[in-house]
T-cell receptor, first 113, second 114 residues
Framework: DQQVKQNSPSLSVQEGRISILNCDYTNSMFDYFLWYKKYPAEGPTFLISISSIKDKNEDGRFTVFLNKSAKHLSLHIVPSQPGDSAVYFCAASAMGDAGKSTFGDGTTLTVKP | EAGVTQFPSHSVIEKGQTVTLRCDPISGHDNLYWYRRVMGKEIKFLLHFVKESKQDESGMPNNRFLAERTGGTYSTLKVQPAELEDSGVYFC????????????FGPGTRLTVL
């Protein structure tokens, strides 16, 4: 049973528009959430994170929103750029189990010029 | 600063053979993790070292997998004997503190078992 789900395998947006990537989780023990970006033939790269005590974290063009009651988080990229085209993974960790992250399947984002 | 490196980048072996994957973490990172991604699905946790000690090996699939981290530096992951379902991309990651600050991933080793 997958505890972190990214239900959209792919997303295509126009350059300059907003990209919204979604993630749902089932384990209520998760208290820290991370987004990673992955280019082909490379490992995932940490992008942004959010603690469960917050509902929003912003870093430049990237903002992560957390809705604990819905067990849902989203990553907003605005404005989207062609270089943002990659696979985006949502990951979650639980306090006391901080040694590992549970990942989703990933969403492939394509930003068209 | 050098990133996490993994060797080999690709490995093709036959069922029943043995393969050893190597990971060199970022210097000074006490935490080292192994993950696996199979068939483009989720990246699954295998195990976590803190220095040379196994902190959590709950994700190891079975006893055909053996991970070591001698001296708390590089780590090896041995699969013996390899089975078809072991095919996938094996990622190593390291971090200075816990995952709360994000992990640094290597490029992965693509393992194909025929």
């Amino acid at each position: 049973d997958q505890q972190v789900k990214q239900n959209s395998p792919s997303l295509s947006v126009q350059e300059g528009r907003i990209s919204i990537l979604n993630c749902d989780y089932t384990n209520s023990m998760f208290d820290y959430f991370l987004w990673y970006k992955k280019y082909p033939a490379e490992g995932p790269t940490f992008l942004i994170s959010i603690s469960s005590i917050k509902d929003k974290n912003e870093d430049g063009r990237f903002t992560v929103f957390l809705n604990k009651s819905a067990k849902h988080l989203s990553l907003h990229i605005v404005p989207s750029q062609p270089g943002d085209s990659a696979v985006y993974f949502c990951a979650a960790s639980a306090m006391g189990d901080a040694g590992k992250s549970t990942f989703g399947d990933g969403t492939t984002l394509t930003v068209k010029p | 600063e050098a990133g996490v490196t993994q060797f080999p980048s690709h490995s093709v072996i036959e069922k029943g053979q043995t393969v050893t994957l190597r990971c060199d973490p970022i210097s000074g990172h006490d935490n080292l993790y192994w993950y696996r991604r199979v068939m483009g699905k989720e990246i699954k946790f295998l195990l976590h070292f803190v220095k040379e000690s196994k902190q959590d090996e709950s994700g190891m699939p079975n006893n055909r997998f053996l991970a070591e981290r001698t001296g708390g530096t590089y780590s090896t992951l041995k699969v013996q004997p390899a089975e078809l379902e072991d095919s996938g991309v094996y990622f190593c990651a390291s971090s200075q503190v816990s995952v709360y600050n994000g992990q640094f991933f290597g490029p992965g080793t693509r393992l194909t078992v025929l």
